[in-house]
C-alpha cells in the first residue's frame, strides 16, 4: 500500500491541481487529506469537487467545521474568508447539497489497524484544533502526552510546517533527512505533512507526503512541487471580501 497524504490546500486551486499531478507520478494506491480543503483561498467549490473525486479519504478540518457551525478561536481574517466561503458552498448550485453533506459527514480521525497509524488535522488530543509546532520541542509535557496517544504514528497537519518529531522529543525539517524516512517500527512519530495551498516554511512551493510499506518499516517521503502562485494570488485580490495579505503571504511560504 502507497498512500499520497496531502493536507491544508484551503481554496488554492492552483496548488491543488499541481500536486494531483505530481501525485500522478508516485504511483500511489490512493489519496488521504487531512482536512482544510476551504478558508483563506478564492476557489473552495473546485477544491472541494477535486478533494471528492481523488481523495480515498478526507478528514474534516477546524476550517471545514467553522464553515458548517459558527466559527470559533478564527482571527478577523480568516473570519472574514470563511465567512465568505460559506456564502459560495451555500450558494444555489447542481453541487450545493453534494459538497455540504461531503463536509458535514467527513471523519475527525481515522485509524489504520495495519501502518498502526492515526490520520488527524490537528493532533491526537485535539483532532481539529491543537496546533504541534516545532518550538514544543521545548515542551516535554505536551509531547509525552500526544506520543502516549499513538501507538507508532500519527500524520496531522493544521500548522502548514512540514517535519517529523521523534520519540526523543526531536524535530526533523525534510531537509534535515534529505526529504526521505524510514518509521523504525519499534519507535514513535508525530508526522505533519505540511500544506499544499498555504505553505509556511518560507518555502512557497507546495508540500505532500508520500509513505508506504518498505521490507517491515514505513517509509516517507517529503514532496515539493511548484505551481503559479502569481496566479493564485491574483485571484485573491479579485474577492473584495478575502484580505489582500491571504495573497501575498503565497509568495513568501508564510
Known amino acids: 500500500m502507497k498512500r499520497a497524504i496531502i493536507s491544508d490546500i484551503h481554496g488554492n486551486l492552483e496548488a491543488l491541481t499541481a500536486v494531483l499531478e505530481d501525485i500522478k507520478k508516485q504511483n500511489v494506491d490512493e489519496i488521504f487529506c487531512l482536512g482544510d480543503v476551504v478558508g483563506y483561498g478564492a476557489n473552495p467549490l473546485e477544491c472541494l469537487d477535486l478533494i471528492m473525486q481523488e481523495c480515498k479519504l478526507c478528514l474534516i478540518g477546524n476550517h471545514e467545521q467553522g464553515v458548517i457551525y459558527d466559527p470559533d478561536c478564527f482571527n478577523s481574517t480568516a473570519l472574514q474568508a470563511i465567512f465568505w466561503t460559506r456564502e459560495q458552498i451555500c450558494a444555489p448550485s447542481e453541487r450545493r447539497d453534494e459538497r455540504w453533506d461531503f463536509i458535514n459527514m467527513n471523519p475527525r480521525k481515522w485509524y489504520d489497524e495495519n501502518w498502526k ?24 509535557p505536551k ?4 506520543f502516549n496517544l499513538i501507538v507508532h504514528v500519527s500524520f496531522q497537519g493544521h500548522t502548514h510546517i512540514p517535519g517529523v518529531f521523534t520519540h526523543t522529543y526531536d524535530f526533523k525539517s525534510p531537509e534535515m533527512f534529505d526529504y526521505e524516512m524510514d518509521l523504525e517500527p519499534d519507535q514513535k512519530y508525530l508526522v505533519n505533512v505540511g500544506s499544499v495551498g498555504q505553505p509556511r ?11 508506504e510499506d518498505r521490507n517491515g518499516k514505513l517509509h516517507l517521503e517529503y514532496h515539493r512541487v511548484e505551481y503559479p502562485v502569481q ?14 495579505y491571504l495573497g501575498n503571504r503565497l509568495s513568501q511560504g508564510r
Open 117 to 140: 497509524a492515526v490520520f488527524v488535522h490537528g493532533s491526537p488530543m485535539n483532532a481539529l484544533n491543537e496546533y504541534v509546532f516545532p518550538d514544543d520541542i521545548y515542551n516535554p
Open 143 to 146: 509531547l509525552e502526552r500526544l
Open 231 to 244: 496566479k493564485a494570488v491574483d485571484k485573491i485580490f479579485q474577492v473584495p471580501e478575502l484580505d489582500r
Open 201 to 211: 516554511d518560507s518555502n512557497p512551493k507546495s508540500c505532500y507526503v508520500t509513505a
